[in-house]
């Protein structure tokens, strides 16, 4: 009989610690699997990576690439992303966005369409951005010349060989027949195109035909003056 109290007993106190070993591993495990999946979802980098892929290929919008910005640096300050991420995505917005400009910039000197101070303004925005590039520095000193030699100076031409032959320069002439020959300060990959050579030959050919009727004008004046000195 006693024998038989003590195995019951010991059954007893075996399901009790069965009962609180397996609550124990149930509490366990409902405690670490959200910690677990926190540390997966917490991270937005892939997101943001998938954004500037779409900002790469989708058409040009400056805006954007301020939104993006600032979408990385809030990520960054809470905590979604670490610093060696979020340099990384800045990299790669900033080489897109060097990208746009730049395809910006040659369009307008290869096709001259756009405009001027737009394109110049996108340029001085990516070297805030990014910081001193020579490429930068030379699209910004040949956007100016290509304005000037496409809409300025034949005008200025045109304005000098269409006053009166009497006010001849010759001085004011080869400044301008050099400035039409050689367009100092634009690049030899513009000049030598189509464009800048008919606007060389058009430029010349007012100058020569100005210089000409001066050289009549004068050889009249002078044999005028001949006569007088007969009389």
Same mark, same amino acid.
């Given at each position: 009989?006693?024998?038989?109290?003590?195995?019951?007993?010991? &059954? *007893? +106190? #075996?399901v009790?610690?069965?009962?609180?070993?397996?609550?124990? %591993?149930? /509490?366990?495990?409902s405690?670490?699997?959200?910690?677990?999946?926190?540390?997966?979802t917490k991270?937005?980098?892939?997101?943001?990576?998938?954004?500037?892929?779409?900002?790469?290929?989708?058409?040009?919008?400056?805006e954007q690439? &301020? *939104? +993006? #910005?600032?979408?990385?640096?809030?990520?960054?300050e809470?905590? %979604?992303? /670490?610093?060696?991420?979020?340099?990384?995505?800045t990299?790669?917005?900033?080489?897109?966005y060097?990208?746009?400009?730049?395809?910006?910039?040659?369009?307008?000197?290869?096709?001259?369409?756009g405009d001027?101070?737009?394109?110049? &303004?996108? +340029?001085v925005?990516?070297?805030?951005?990014?910081?001193?590039d020579?490429?930068?520095?030379f699209?910004?000193?040949?956007?100016?010349?290509?304005d000037?030699?496409?809409k300025?100076?034949?005008?200025k031409?045109?304005?000098?060989?269409?006053?009166?032959?009497a006010?001849?320069?010759?001085?004011?002439?080869?400044s301008?027949?050099?400035?039409?020959?050689?367009?100092?300060?634009?690049?030899?990959?513009?000049?030598?195109?189509?464009k800048?050579?008919?606007?060389?030959?058009t430029?010349?050919a007012?100058?020569?035909?100005y210089?000409?009727?001066?050289?009549?004008?004068?050889?009249?004046?002078?044999?005028?003056?001949?006569?007088?000195?007969?009389?």
């Open positions: 009989m006693e024998k038989r109290k003590l195995i019951i007993l010991g &059954s *007893t +106190l #075996l009790g610690v069965l009962l609180i070993g397996g609550l124990m %591993l149930s /509490e366990g495990a405690i670490s699997g959200p910690e677990i999946i926190d540390t997966k991270s937005n980098s892939k997101d943001l990576e998938k954004k500037i892929e779409e900002y790469k290929v989708n058409s040009f919008q400056p690439y &301020s *939104t +993006l #910005l600032m979408e990385i640096n809030s990520s960054k809470q905590g %979604l992303i /670490e610093i060696s991420t979020s340099n990384f995505l990299d790669e917005l900033n080489s897109a060097k990208t746009h400009v730049f395809n910006k910039a040659d369009y307008y000197l290869n096709q001259g369409d001027k101070n737009t394109v110049l &303004s996108y +340029l925005s990516l070297e805030k951005a990014t910081g001193n020579t490429r930068i520095d699209y910004k000193s040949q956007i100016p010349k290509y000037y030699f496409t300025v100076f034949p005008g031409v045109t304005a000098f060989t269409s006053g009166n032959p006010n001849f320069s010759s001085g004011k002439y080869n301008l027949k050099s400035e039409a020959e050689n367009m100092p300060g634009l690049d030899k990959q513009y000049k030598s195109k189509g800048f050579t008919s606007i060389k030959n430029a010349v007012q100058l020569n035909t210089k000409t009727k001066f050289e009549s004008f004068d050889r009249e004046r002078k044999l005028n003056s001949v006569d007088i000195e007969f009389e």
